[in-house]
């Protein structure tokens, strides 16, 4: 098993729509916690680190839960511009090593 | 806003051959990290370096070294060259906060190809 997993995608959604992505790690001493989006040949950008109480940017929300090991990624009202591969990050207490999950790739559609 | 640097973007080698990547980190970031990329494969940690001195290593080949100089920039020095080793490379630098490394901005990247 993948110490840090995501939702297998691709999805579609039309715009406007919501979505959300789901990100499970397996090691509870997990403590950094964060979502990039990558298009295609692309370096990843820092969307939002992930915080315990969670956090929001705009239309961008995510979520943690530590008791349940995920975190989670809601886009609102998608746009066209948000088609890219979402890839959460996780990295453990006192280490430097940063696990990137498979990805998440999203369609928006006209 | 800067962002990190990398050379060069582009890089072709045959098998066996060495090759040499740089980074430059964000002003004021003192962490540097590796990654390769192959196609359709998630970032995968190579190495890190914390002022100077390595801070965790990943699944870095023995082939492979790198190290971070005194003004913070680092160089991924690959020898031996394998078709496998084709992939992007990317750096990315973060600084260091209260609670450990701050989050990562990653470098556009170098393009490996071997041939």
């Known amino acids: 098993r993948k110490e840090v997993e995501q939702d297998p995608g691709p999805f579609n959604v039309p715009e406007g729509a919501t979505v959300a992505f789901n990100c499970t790690y397996s090691?509870?001493?997990?403590?950094?916690f964060f979502w990039y989006r990558q298009d295609c040949r692309k370096e990843p950008k820092l969307l939002m680190s992930?915080?315990?109480s969670g956090n929001e940017d705009g239309r961008f929300t995510a979520q943690l839960n530590r008791a349940s090991q995920y975190i989670s990624l809601l886009i609102r009202d998608s746009k066209l511009s948000d088609s890219a591969t979402y890839l959460c990050?996780?990295?453990?207490?006192?280490?430097?090593?940063?696990?990137f999950g498979a990805g998440t790739r999203l369609f928006v559609k006209a | 806003a800067a962002g990190v640097i990398q050379s060069p973007r582009h890089l072709i080698k045959e098998k066996r051959e060495t090759a040499t990547l740089k980074c430059y980190p964000i002003?004021?970031?003192?962490?540097v990290y590796w990654y390769q990329q192959g196609p359709g494969q998630d970032p995968q940690f190579l190495i890190s370096f914390y002022e100077k001195m390595q801070s965790d290593k990943g699944s870095i080949p023995d082939r492979f070294s790198a190290q971070q100089f005194s003004d913070y920039h680092s160089e991924l020095n690959m020898s031996s060259l394998e078709l496998g080793d084709s992939a992007l490379y990317f750096c990315?630098?973060?600084?260091?906060?209260?609670?450990?490394?701050?989050?990562?901005?990653f470098g556009p990247g170098t393009r490996l190809l071997v041939l």
């Open positions: 992930v915080y315990s």
């Open positions: 990315a630098s973060s600084s260091f906060g209260l609670a450990g490394p701050e989050a990562q901005y």
């Open positions: 090691n509870s001493a997990s403590q950094s």
């Open positions: 990050a996780v990295r453990n207490t006192g280490g430097f090593k940063t696990i």
């Open positions: 002003p004021r970031h003192d962490t």
